[in-house]
């Protein structure tokens, strides 16, 4: 089955927007000799799960540093809710509504939920930390999340790896984000906790926002996802529908067994490119 890309559709848990919230159009990005962005497209949209793939160097971990703002793109188009934004920075990611969860969670072991939650976006009332509205919102938000954490509290340093992820996705929804993107979020998680983060993705499409779910895992990609884009060396490889496809033709995007109409018409560009170069 060719791999194919649809305007519309409806996910596991209702209909979702027509509209990307997040669109990514000829995004490319180099560090010196190695190309590793080549003419990337993506779309994200709202209530929908979208599972970005590819095997290692295929640029997952470029494309999610450009969209955060860490990283410059070198040339390309981003919107959102369609209308053009330059991310010059992660502080300009955030104010235009994309928060990112990287793998390390950035989480101080030795804070509580609480302070881990409002770590430099204190709330204050007259010149001091108001500790009882911080509280109060941090309830607010975890009970939002279903989230079974026992105490807000408690050390972070004393929490599941799913309870603290939890607390990571909860830190980012601070700042009503329109796409969460999710860097490999069950990595070394037990069976357990993985399904805790799982339910915790399935939330966040529930509130309608857009999920961008970064993994290597093919079990929980087709657990959660609406929809599976591949990269493979930097390129776009495939976009597959979840209820339409298998395992089996998203693993052959993965490793360049199949092609399909995207890579083909990626090829076709780069060999036009490179015979326009190849004239005098």
Known sequence: MA?????????PTGARSTEPVLSLTGVSKRFGAV????DVSLQVRAGEVVALVGDNGAGKSTLVKVIAGVYPADSGQVEVEGRPVSIDSPAAAQHIGIATVFQDLSLCDNLDVVANLF?????????TMDEVEMERRSWELLR???????SVRIPVASLSGGQRQTVAIARSLLGKPKV?????????LGVAQTAEVLNLVETLRDRGLGVLLISHNMADVLAVADRVAVLRLGRNNGDFE?????????????????????????????????????QP
């Open 35 to 38: 190309q590793a962005l080549s």
């Open 144 to 150: 939002q999340l279903s989230a079974k954490i026992p």
């Open 3 to 11: 791999a194919t890309t649809t305007d519309q559709g409806t996910g």
């Open 119 to 127: 770590l430099g976006n204190e709330a204050l009332r007259r010149r």
């Open 180 to 188: 969460v993107m999710l860097d490999e979020p069950t990595a070394a």
């Open 242 to 278: 979840v209820p339409h496809t298998t395992n089996e033709e998203i693993v052959a995007a993965i490793t360049g067994a199949t092609n399909n109409a995207v890579s083909e018409r990626a090829s076709r560009t780069a060999q036009r490119r490179a015979d326009q170069e190849a």
